[in-house]
């Protein structure tokens, strides 16, 4: 059975690694953080700093600790990360108030002004990913992902 006609020829699902559902969504992940992240820089924010500022914005005043694991990241990267931010004045460090040892993080003003931008980016992005899309056909993509998704964390 003939696939549809592409640049790089005839596509048979599996056909070539090159073909491979593994390098379509890889090209597709890449293409769509590529974009984000040009956008992004833009406005002042760089990489390694959107998932800081997406997780304060669903749980602001975390401690540094927690940060750490939600990051899944070295401490010492968090810490040169947050040094960087808090120059910029997208987030303040507070002590905590129950143990001094610790310091809590917090989303500035200009943090959450940026992350509106970064959100209207992210917006931008997903209309012209899905431009020309029904809104069945966005539906079944989801849905299809999520499928996948389950099944490869039975393995």
Same mark, same amino acid.
């Given at each position: 059975?003939?696939?549809?006609?592409?640049? +790089?020829?005839?596509?048979?699902?599996?056909?070539?690694?090159?073909?491979?559902?593994?390098?379509?969504?890889?090209?597709?992940?890449?293409?769509?953080?590529?974009? +984000?992240?040009? #956008?992004?820089? &833009?406005?002042?924010?760089?990489?390694?700093?959107?998932?800081?500022?997406?997780?304060?914005?669903?749980?602001?005043?975390?401690?540094?600790? &927690?940060?750490?694991?939600?990051?899944? +990241?070295?401490? #010492?990267?968090?810490?040169?990360?947050?040094?960087?931010? &808090?120059? #910029?004045?997208? +987030?303040?460090?507070?002590?905590?108030?129950?143990?001094?040892? #610790?310091?809590?993080?917090?989303?500035?003003?200009?943090?959450?002004?940026?992350?509106?931008?970064?959100?209207?980016?992210?917006?931008?992005?997903?209309?012209?990913?899905?431009?020309?899309?029904?809104?069945?056909?966005?539906?079944?993509?989801?849905?299809?992902?999520?499928?996948?998704?389950?099944?490869?964390?039975?393995?």
């Amino acid at each position: 059975m003939k696939g549809p006609k592409t640049k +790089i020829g005839v596509l048979h699902v599996g056909e070539t690694y090159l073909d491979s559902l593994e390098m379509l969504l890889s090209q597709v992940v890449r293409n769509y953080n590529q974009q +984000i992240l040009k #956008a992004s820089v &833009e406005i002042g924010i760089y990489p390694g700093q959107l998932p800081v500022l997406f997780i304060l914005a669903k749980q602001d005043g975390m401690i540094q600790k &927690e940060l750490v694991s939600r990051l899944r +990241i070295k401490p #010492a990267t968090v810490t040169v990360k947050l040094n960087q931010m &808090e120059n #910029a004045g997208l +987030i303040e460090r507070r002590p905590d108030p129950d143990d001094l040892r #610790a310091s809590r993080v917090f989303m500035t003003l200009e943090g959450h002004s940026k992350l509106e931008h970064v959100n209207k980016i992210v917006k931008n992005v997903e209309e012209k990913c899905f431009e020309g899309f029904l809104e069945e056909e966005k539906f079944l993509l989801r849905r299809f992902l999520l499928h996948m998704n389950r099944n490869l964390e039975e393995l």
